[in-house]
């Protein structure tokens, strides 16, 4: 089926996304972008100790910034607003960017222990104040707001290495990325993008009255090139495989009608900062230049199985030195995230950097109705698995499923455990999963039609946090006798609860 210009609901995307629908066949749920937001990403703002923000300066370029303070330092009136009281670093431009009146700021937030995000788009409606201590008063009124998967996001543990303070640190300005910069960027796993769907500079809110986005991007270290010509008065280039994400494109639609680009880069040992503003093109496969910029093997489709990447020219460099005040502690890589040619990375290097992937077998499969199942599975080793009542479990189906290197992607997928921790059917290291078949569904489908017992798939590992459980068992007796609990479900939604209630029911015996 083809997307035509019609298909904008709410009219929430702008000429150059519904390019990129058009251009990939693909289109995201509009509907989930909110004009207000829900409680649950109020709450989410206001734990977070970092967030990032997208904002434009005086000729229309963007650039990405971090704000930091203890949770707290946001805070949300109402769902239409939010209010800042957040440090910055100094000699940062954000400052004076939020200074204009109405301007635009795009907001990200990533708890990163957790990998969860959230995003909002919207202007500044209250005066811009900075304090002597350097921190920042500001107000925003949302204007989009919507969340996005944990997709390649690395967790990292953080914390306070020192006390906010307003020293300045260190600040440098370049045309070029020195040797220093190029290997942090060459060594990221992750990184931070600012566009907008137009400048300040041409009077015109025409295509997008949020104006300005910032998304966060990652993989493993070495999913992002640099083109570093030895003649100097040829332009520096940066370049990465564009995954399989939301099907939104808000980053390459604006890209596509406005190629400036702000990308900031951390270094998580030092806190060092790295802010390239640039101009980007979207390049597919096929397009003019495609094969020119074939460095770091992201050409490759196993590498870059949507056959994209973005390519941006390097205009200017700004680097603060140990600007962020949190040390992080690694814990893993995202289980998304696919192998990088230049560091030889075949399957088995890979799941080494996951840490942990194990084989599960299928044992039973129990119809529960006309389109849902449970798929009983036991590790191979015979080993228990980990995991907490409404967890989810994550596999890997790319070893069962041929299929084009444009579906790769897709297929890594999230159950939920419905069993109780150690109680499943099939015995010490088994647990099951509940799965309603979706029309069309690639991996649903195949499990409805193919998954019987014998069949074996990759289990990438387990987690989650929606549980009203504690994992200590001297707790969830104490829960169990002290508290009551109101379950709402619809349809499939049910399962986190079938595990929850089932391990409830243990702990009452």
Known sequence: MSLSLSDNPQGVFHEGELYMHRRTNKRGPGEYIRRSMPDQHRDFFESLPLLFLGTLDAEGQPWTSPVFGLPGFVESPT????????????????????????????????????????????????????????????????????????????????????????????????????????ALIRRADNFYIATASFTPSNGSNEYNREGIDVSHRGGLPGFVGVADPVDTTQLQRIAWPDYQGNNLYN????????????????????????????????????????????????????????????????????????ALPFGFQFVDYSPYNLPVREFGLAASAADDLLGGVRIVECVDVQPESPDV????????????????????????????????????????????????????????????????????????????????????VRLLGTGGEFTFLDIDKKEREKETKDRKVLLLAGGIGITPFMSALRALALAET
């Not at 806190?271 to 390049?283: E, F, K, P, T, Y």
């Not at 490759?300 to 460099?317: F, G, L, S, T």
């Open 79 to 182: 769902s239409k607003e939010l209010r800042f009281d957040a440090h910055t670093v100094p000699g940062d431009v954000l400052a004076k960017n939020l200074a204009r009146r109405d301007a635009p700021v795009g907001i990200l937030g990533i708890e990163l222990p957790t990998r969860r995000r959230n995003r909002m788009n919207g202007k500044v409606i209250d005066r811009v104040e900075e304090t002597v201590s350097g921190k920042l008063g500001f107000l925003v009124e949302v204007h989009q707001s919507f969340g996005n998967c944990p997709k390649y996001i690395q967790r990292r543990q953080w914390k306070l290495s020192r006390k906010f303070t307003h020293t300045p640190s260190q600040t440098t300005t370049s045309a070029r990325l020195t040797p220093s910069d190029i």
């Open 251 to 322: 980053t390459l639609g604006n890209i596509h009608v406005n190629p400036r680009t702000g990308l900031l880069f951390i270094d998580f040992t030092t806190g060092d900062l790295l802010q390239v503003a640039g101009h980007g093109r979207v390049l597919f496969a096929g397009d003019p230049g495609w094969a020119d910029e074939e460095y770091n093997g992201i050409n490759a489709p196993e590498a870059n199985p949507q056959q994209r990447k973005v390519v941006v020219q390097v205009d200017k460099v700004v680097r603060h030195q140990a």
């Open 373 to 456: 199942c449970t798929f009983v599975f036991r590790v191979v080793d015979g080993k228990a698995v980990d995991h907490i009542p409404g967890g989810y479990a994550m596999f890997d189906f790319k070893t069962l499923l041929s299929l084009p290197p444009q579906y790769i992607d897709d297929l890594i997928r999230t159950w939920t455990v419905s069993s109780a921790p150690g109680r499943a059917r099939g015995g010490l290291g088994s647990f099951e999963i509940t799965v309603k078949r979706a029309p069309g569904g690639l991996v649903s489908s195949f499990l409805h039609e193919k998954m019987v017992p014998g069949v074996k």
